[in-house]
């Protein structure tokens, strides 16, 4: 699902450009009747973020529900004033904006884009208790709150849209191993089957603490005593790498260079 809903948000994100552009060519007089349609648009959107997949899907899917109620309510109000448009766009803003910025504090760590999402979440919550003041309640300040609307979702839908094409480009044979890692990996797993189907009580028990726990606990043990074997009796790591016969200098006899030394041959006695 998550491979095939990155070109929907990706669509989103054109329309809401395509939204925006618009909305600021508007007359004054029209501006009420399409905060209803924009309001429903970003409902639809919310509802493609839930079929994604995603961890938060149920979030997308509660917003989606919450945003075609606020836009059913702009579309049946009869009242030719900006109060009820200006007050539903900001809550419509506030809440998306809450929405972003909780979803990138908790994705900070799994998404390098959380930052450009909290700064649209911070932004679109300013804009959207702007929108809920007495200082929005006229046509031109409408305009820009459908605009900047328009806008932010845009920018929200491409980048998310993009990330999901990220993730679903991703080669499905990234983790496969090489031959000889899944021939050791096929024997590691089959000596845990053999070591689980062996029965416990008449395992020897080999130091204070017990048998092993499991398999991996007795590679482990084997191990050790192995290394602590190879150490008594004086072999190291290095002993693997020989020096060459022909490399080994020949045994001197100290006797016979001490009778051929200098100070031997000088002294008095």
């Known amino acids: 699902m998550r491979d095939s809903m990155w070109g929907f948000l990706m669509f989103a994100g054109v329309a809401w450009l395509a939204?925006?552009?618009?909305?600021l060519r508007l007359e004054p007089v029209g501006v009420a009747e399409v905060a209803g349609p924009v309001v429903l648009f970003g409902a639809l959107c919310e509802g493609v973020r839930a079929l994604a997949g995603t961890r938060t899907w149920w979030l997308n899917a509660g917003m989606a529900g919450l945003f075609t109620v606020t836009g059913v309510v702009l579309l049946l109000d009869p009242g030719s004033s900006y109060a009820t448009p200006a007050s539903l766009v900001g809550w419509f803003l506030m809440v998306r904006g809450a929405l972003d910025?909780?979803?990138s504090t908790m994705n900070r760590g799994t998404d390098r884009t959380w930052g450009l999402m909290m700064a649209l979440g911070v932004t679109q919550a300013g804009l959207g208790f702007y929108a809920a003041g007495p200082l929005?309640?006229?046509a031109?300040?409408?305009?820009?709150l459908l605009g900047g609307l328009g806008l932010l979702r845009a920018v929200a839908d491409l980048v998310t849209a993009l990330r999901l094409r990220e993730v679903s480009g991703v080669r499905h044979d990234v983790l496969q191993l090489s031959p000889e890692r899944e021939a050791g990996v096929v024997g590691y797993s089959a000596g845990r089957e053999d070591f689980d189907a062996t029965p416990q009580a008449g395992r020897a028990r080999h130091r204070a603490g017990g048998a092993p726990k499991d398999f991996h606990d007795e590679v482990l043990r084997t191990t050790a005593d192995l290394d602590l074997m190879l150490a008594q009796a004086g072999v190291s790591a290095t002993a693997a790498h020989h020096t060459p016969e022909n490399d080994?200098?020949?045994?001197?006899d100290e006797e016979d260079d001490y009778l051929r030394s200098p100070t031997r041959r000088s002294s008095p006695s």
Do not use: F, G, T
């Not at 031109?140 to 820009?144: A, E, F, G, H, T």
């Not at 080994?248 to 001197?252: C, E, S």
């Open 101 to 103: 910025i909780a979803v």
């Open 140 to 144: 031109d300040p409408m305009i820009l």
């Open 19 to 23: 939204i925006a552009w618009s909305v």
């Open 248 to 252: 080994i200098p020949d045994a001197v």
């Open 136 to 138: 929005a309640r006229a």
